[in-house]
């Protein structure tokens, strides 16, 4: 699949903003994982500029943050006077000679002919792409009936008892897909019920599970998908029924029909996109196994997987703790909480569970979008531009050879004053956030760029 490019903001007026620079004329170059086949810009490094995060910053939980600047070593201030900048500078956007008015940045990203997208962040390549497929509708419920099922789905998602995913809203792209089914409904074995559906969805009272064919979504996304930047990361299908028919696999399903809250599909998510267990009993048995994988569930009664959230009293959930019964034992396996999206719902996810899914984000989604090209030395620029996901998750601590300096504007670094000396400089950005909801690893929740710049 080819990839091509997005835009995130006015790159032109941000990189070269005539206000900030009294007429600058440099060409400028960004980077972002795009186009592979594109000489002149490089991919995404996969993560490999980041580096390890600390400080507690700004409380990231507050739906209002605004972008904030790291006031650490800050101690390099703004020369007030802009140097001339080198009009013939080496940089150049796609190979061009000059950056173009129109260019493939610019180029918006869909979800294919069949589909629609209902949230969107941001370039597909760097974002977590969320498919929503509907199974047992037929085509004359898809406008209707299967739309409304997945919105519910998606407002649900990004909302308070949706969290975190509303803070992190700027990094989800979620497309909904249209396909048919010859007729409404879902099969139930147990009643011997059987339904012509694209997917073969079927569902138990017994078991209370939802199931599709995975074989046959997997070859509706390569047909659907063809042609498109979208790469699923997480997949949903909604079933149309309204009895309790769930489930978290590989791919996740939910009963899009039933009329409760649809927080059982951010429930089923837990499993199929964050690899959390279920925090509710069962067996009246003990459990003697070895330490569960999940990490929201322990055989540890002293629950040092989570310790670092130990005594945390959180708001909607409380106390953070070990309480006994988790992952259908009553017995021998302990929780974070007293209850949580993992265990009954509606609920909030607790603290533990919150910390994973914003590390599984930024596993996928690096906090910088885009930046001025960094492959070589750069001679005379005017400036040095960041391109940040959601300027209000993150905050920029700028450098010149180790020392922090002082920007007017986070994402923008204003070469022509702040480097008024001719010499070598080494210039780094460090683009880190510090949200209060991640206590333990942080090493994916920041990344560093650096340019090697001369002045004459």
């Known amino acids: 699949m080819i990839l091509r490019r997005t835009r995130s903001h006015d790159l032109r007026t941000l990189l070269c903003s005539a206000a900030l620079l009294g007429g600058c004329q440099g060409e400028v170059a960004l980077v972002e994982r795009a186009s592979l086949e594109d000489a002149a810009l490089e991919p995404y490094d996969g993560g490999r500029s980041t580096g390890s995060a600390s400080g507690n910053g700004y409380d990231a939980d507050s739906g209002d943050a605004e972008p904030v600047q790291d006031d650490a070593s800050a101690a390099v201030a703004d020369s007030g006077t802009a140097r001339a900048c080198d009009a013939e500078s080496p940089l150049s956007f796609q190979g061009q000679a000059s950056y173009p008015a129109s260019t493939s940045f610019d180029t918006p990203f869909d979800c294919g002919s069949a589909g629609t997208l209902l949230e969107a962040g941001g370039p597909p390549e760097n974002r977590v792409n969320l498919l929503i497929l509907g199974d047992g509708y037929r085509q004359s419920e898809l406008e209707a009936t299967y739309t409304d099922h997945a919105s519910r789905f998606v407002k649900q998602m990004f909302s308070a008892e949706g969290e975190p995913y509303l803070q992190y809203r700027k990094y989800i792209n979620v497309c909904r897909l249209n396909v048919a089914s010859a007729q409404s409904g879902t099969d139930i074995p147990d009643e011997n019920v059987q339904v012509d559906t694209a997917f073969d969805g079927n569902g138990s009272d017994r078991t209370r599970l939802g199931l599709i064919d995975p074989r046959k979504v997997n070859a509706a996304l390569d047909r659907l998908l063809s042609g498109t930047r979208m790469d699923p990361d997480w997949i949903a299908v909604s079933l149309n029924v309204s009895r309790w028919f769930n489930s978290g696999g590989s791919i996740m399903v939910w009963a899009g029909a039933n ?12 499993h199929s996109f964050h690899a959390l267990a279920d925090e509710y009993g069962g067996n009246a048995g003990t459990y003697s196994g070895e330490e569960p994988r999940e990490i929201n569930v322990t055989a540890d009664p002293g629950a040092a997987r989570w310790k670092h959230w130990l005594g945390y009293e959180q708001p909607g959930v409380g106390r953070i703790g070990a309480f006994e019964g ?38 996928l989604v690096r906090p910088v979008d885009a930046w001025t090209k960094n492959d070589a030395e750069l ?3 005017c400036t040095l531009a960041l391109v940040l996901v959601d300027p209000a998750r993150v905050k920029v601590e700028w450098k010149v ?3 922090g300096v002082v920007t007017t504007d986070p994402s923008l670094f204003d070469a022509a004053r702040q480097l008024s000396a001719p010499g070598q400089y080494t210039v780094s950005a460090r683009v880190h956030d510090d949200t209060s909801l991640v206590r333990g690893e942080r090493t994916g929740l920041e990344q560093t760029i650096s340019w090697s710049v001369r002045v004459p």
């Not at 009329?259 to 837990?270: R, Y």
């Not at 949580?340 to 569970?353: D, I, R, T, W």
């Open 259 to 270: 009329p409760g809250k649809p927080d059982v599909a951010l429930h089923e998510a837990g």
């Open 326 to 363: 988790g992952r259908y034992f009553n017995r021998g396996v302990y929780r974070p909480s007293p209850n949580s999206k993992m265990n009954q719902v509606p609920a909030l996810h607790n603290a533990p569970c919150m910390e994973k899914v914003v590390q599984d984000i930024y596993r």
């Open 379 to 381: 001679l005379n620029p």
């Open 401 to 403: 050879d180790g020392q």
